[in-house]
Nanobody, 127 residues
Framework: QVQFVESGGGWVQPGGSLRLSCAAS????????IAWFRQAPGKEREGVSC????????RYTNSVRGRFTISRDSAKNTVYLQMNSLKPEDTAVYYC????????????????????WGRGSQVTVSS
């Protein structure tokens, strides 16, 4: 059974850090493109970052570039999202998503390109 489970969310003050994990089971992550999406209250879900399975090429949305880092640990079959210098506007439910297809850059932050989704992890940034 293919499953992706997020963890690592929580509450943090502005300027703080969190690391989200997306643990995969039933698949080998190296064959999948993985992305992190987020959805804030009252807003649409948006793509945050993605990592390509074949070559670990990464991409970030403008609002998090330089603050967030996506990475993959093949031994643990887990993808991480290290989030630094967090801002209140980063508050959202964060989801990991996966697809077996190899996406081009313009596709990798598009929600409809992904076939598998985790249940989400809440991140709250406030003082």
């Amino acid at each position: 059974q293919v499953q992706f489970v997020e963890s690592g969310g929580g509450w943090v003050q502005p300027g703080g850090s969190l690391r989200l994990s997306c643990a995969a089971s039933g698949v080998t992550l190296g064959y999948y493109d993985i992305a992190w999406f987020r959805q804030a209250p009252g807003k649409e879900r948006e793509g945050v970052s993605c990592i390509r399975g074949s070559d670990r090429n990464t991409r970030y949305t403008n609002s998090v570039r330089g603050r967030f880092t996506i990475s993959r640990d093949s031994a643990k079959n887990t993808v991480y999202l290290q989030m630094n210098s967090l801002k209140p506007e980063d508050t959202a439910v964060y989801y990991c998503a996966a697809t077996r297809r190899s996406l081009i850059a313009s596709q990798c932050l598009v929600e409809s390109e992904y076939d598998y989704w985790g249940r989400g992890s809440q991140v709250t940034v406030s003082s």
